[in-house]
């Protein structure tokens, strides 16, 4: 005779305390990569400010800053993806859904260091987080951009 299966108790190789424990480290990661980068636009913004910059030096600071962010983007829209991945294991765990080990999986198979700023836009990444992170960013980026300009000498 089959046993019934006891729903309450957590499924082996499933601790829900080290899924939070990731999620919590990935937050932080995700806070840390704001925090550095409102410290390089606020540096950005004030280049040349006491001896301004040459036209050509403001091009190369100009592609150099928005290289970084560019690649400073697709930082934090890849965070804040796993994040969105992770936080859907242990919620569908208390769910009592039983896909929860699959989305697991799925965030661990998904876990990249970074992605390239154009594929983590891509319509099947997109989220509204995905979207205000991206919105905000560019808004910061753009504003920096203007404040350097406004430093070049002629």
Same mark, same amino acid.
């Given at each position: 005779?089959?046993?019934?299966?006891?729903?309450?108790?957590?499924?082996?190789?499933?601790?829900?305390?080290?899924?939070?424990?990731?999620?919590?480290?990935?937050?932080?990661?995700?806070?840390?990569?704001?925090?550095?980068?409102?410290?390089?636009?606020?540096?950005?913004?004030?280049?040349?400010?006491?001896?301004?910059?040459?036209?050509?030096?403001?091009?190369?600071?100009?592609?150099?800053?928005?290289?970084?962010?560019?690649?400073?983007?697709?930082?934090?829209?890849?965070?804040?993806?796993?994040?969105?991945?992770?936080?859907? #294991?242990?919620? &569908?765990?208390?769910? $009592? %859904? /039983? =896909?929860?080990? #699959?989305?697991? &999986?799925?965030?661990? $198979? %998904? /876990? =990249?260091?970074?992605?390239?700023?154009?594929?983590?836009?891509?319509?099947?990444?997109?989220?509204?987080?995905?979207?205000?992170?991206?919105?905000?960013?560019?808004?910061?980026?753009?504003?920096?951009?203007?404040?350097?300009?406004?430093?070049?000498?002629?």
């Amino acid at each position: 005779m089959a046993m019934a299966q006891d729903l309450s108790a957590p499924k082996p190789g499933i601790e829900v305390a080290r899924i939070l424990d990731v999620l919590q480290a990935k937050q932080t990661q995700h806070d840390t990569l704001w925090a550095g980068y409102a410290v390089i636009q606020f540096t950005a913004a004030g280049f040349g400010e006491k001896s301004g910059l040459s036209t050509y030096s403001a091009v190369f600071v100009l592609l150099g800053f928005w290289g970084f962010n560019l690649g400073h983007l697709g930082f934090v829209l890849q965070c804040a993806r796993q994040i969105g991945l992770y936080a859907a #294991a242990p919620r &569908a765990a208390v769910d $009592r %859904e /039983t =896909d929860h080990e #699959a989305k697991l &999986a799925t965030a661990l $198979r %998904e /876990t =990249d260091a970074s992605g390239y700023v154009f594929a983590v836009w891509s319509p099947s990444r997109m989220t509204s987080t995905s979207f205000w992170n991206s919105a905000v960013h560019l808004f910061i980026d753009t504003c920096a951009s203007v404040s350097l300009r406004s430093h070049v000498t002629r």
